[in-house]
């Protein structure tokens, strides 16, 4: 066997050996995906299976989830308070902002305790009907993709409040939107708020109208022009 035929058997077998390190790329380390219920019988979405709970704080509702390429993490807004609306905004608007989508590129992202090395893919997404709150950060956009495209949203009924028996009583305001409409519980106020401002700090004044604690609006909650 000449030299030729050693070149051209060599070449074959290195053809072979690349081809079947692509075929083990694209096919050989295939995401498994397992269902995750964010709420009980509430939204789902598909995750890796490898992922582990890296925690759950029962103060916040605030769930987090990683591997080694993905974190993930999961907040409902039902029955929460401001602070905890907060604690998850602390979190999220630092990467997305008050958006209720977002899909921005990351290096080296820190986030909720856990750490990604390199370039990362990071989706936020959240659902006013069903106030479920997503954020899903990867070194592998196709996971982010799988996940965010596997949501399943589903709306979960709050406790039911019981109404006073007596039609002659009428239960007292607890605060005033700006118009002088009344509101009558501190989740009715939160509701407000979100939807009209978004994540902003404020309270509830002694006359009963929300006071703005948040820069660049001032107490009647109007944004405040510096522009000359």
Not at 40 to 59: A, L, Q
Not at 182 to 188: G, H, L, N
Not at 191 to 216: A, F, Q, R, S, T
Request: aromatic fraction near 8%.
């Amino acid at each position: 066997m000449n030299n030729k035929h050693l070149i051209i058997i060599g070449l074959i077998i290195i053809i072979v050996i690349l081809c079947i390190g692509i075929a083990y790329t694209m096919f050989g380390q295939q995401t498994e995906y397992i269902t995750l219920n964010i709420v009980e019988n509430g939204t789902t979405m598909e995750i890796p299976k490898d992922m582990k709970v890296k925690s759950i704080n029962n103060d916040s509702g605030i769930v987090v989830l990683e591997n080694e390429n993905t974190i993930v993490i999961t907040f409902n807004t039902i029955n929460k308070s401001i602070p905890q609306i907060m604690g998850f905004a602390n979190i999220k608007t630092p990467i997305f902002g008050n958006e209720y989508f977002g899909n921005v590129s990351i290096n080296d992202p820190t986030v909720a305790g856990c750490s990604l090395k390199g370039e990362c893919n990071a989706v936020y997404i959240g659902n006013n009907q069903t106030h479920d709150n997503i954020i899903v950060i990867s070194k592998n956009k196709n996971i982010v993709d799988h996940i965010i495209n596997s949501i399943k949203w589903k709306i979960t009924e709050e406790p039911k409040k019981e109404v006073a028996s007596s039609v002659e009583s009428s239960p007292s305001a607890y605060a005033y939107k700006a118009d002088g409409t009344p509101m009558y519980s501190q989740k009715e106020v939160d509701d407000y708020m979100l939807n009209k401002y978004g994540m902003v700090n404020y309270h509830v004044g002694d006359n009963g109208y929300i006071d703005m604690d948040e820069p660049g609006y001032d107490d009647a909650g109007h944004k405040i022009n510096r522009s000359k």
